[in-house]
């Protein structure tokens, strides 16, 4: 039984099945092939943002392109846009800010210390056609006039300004590079010094050792400070001491006198207080006492002989 192909029909499933496959093929492999070719054959050309395309024909510039979209290259450069590709050369040059960091650059301060200077510079393409004819290397002839123009125009400087007026010292080595740089179609965009130090390192050692000993004094200086206000505090708490303590003592005579003059009034109680004061000042001492029984006059001369102290015992009161 032989089938009939002229019956065969598709359902719908497989008319999508080869509606997918032809899309497929026509969007990842022919269409992709007819852009390239346009692009071969001249027909259309495509610039990125920040770029820039220099078509050269027969050693001449016909067309530059620095605005990003889709060109028609027959409507900018005629039917040189059909051999341009062939037969000439585009190049595609990248405008985008771009920058550079020399480091350690040497220069000598007005002192002769050796010094180290790092720049950082930014740069762009400014002319594509003299970027491209009138140097062969602007970024490095770039570098090098920095590099330059810094050991030149900051060397000889005094130390202190080299270590701070930073601002002053990239102006001038940017004053001095633009010129140079716009005439090869590369701009200078901002110049900054970024670091500045000593090369040397047994200079390097003696600053240390100079700060440390800097730090040294100043502590020294500090801690001596702080004894002699503690000193001053001292000495004027024990000043006022001294004045209150003095007072104290004059007032003491006064007051004594006072209370002496008070009891001195009464003849019975100055007695009665200067004896007991005597009795006090007996008691108190580390003399000997014998006391002797009344009407013994003869023990009392032997013992006055001997130098004692004797104390005579008085005769008792009569009684009634």
Known sequence: MNPDFNNFSLGPVGRFFIAFVATFIVCTILVPVVLGLARVLGIYTVVNEARCKVYMLFGKVVAVINEPGLHFLPAKLGPKAFIVNWLGQCHDLDLRLDQEYLRSQPVNSEEGAPMGIGIWYEMFISDPIAYLFKNADPRGSLAANVSNSTVRSLSNLPLDKMLQDRHAMSQAVRDEVSPQ????????????????????????????????????????????????????????????????????????????????????????????????????????????????????????????????????????????
């Open 181 to 320: 740089s716009n005439a090869w179609g590369y701009q200078l965009g901002s110049v900054y010094i970024r670091k500045v130090h000593f090369r040397d390192t047994g200079m390097i050692s003696q600053i240390q050792a100079k700060v440390v000993n800097r730090l040294r004094q100043v502590t020294s200086a500090i801690k001596q400070a702080g004894a002699n206000q503690v000193s001053i505090i001292s000495s004027t708490a024990e000043r006022q001491a001294a004045i209150e303590f003095a007072k104290a003592a004059a007032m003491r005579p006064h007051i004594v006198g006072e209370a002496l003059k008070e009891i001195s009034q009464d003849a019975r109680v100055t007695k009665a207080l200067f004896d007991v004061l005597e009795v006090q000042n007996i008691i108190s001492g580390e003399a000997r006492i014998t006391l002797i029984p009344p009407n013994r006059e003869i023990l009392g001369a032997i013992l006055a002989s001997q130098n004692e102290p004797v104390a005579i015992t008085p005769p008792p009161m009569p009684k009634g």
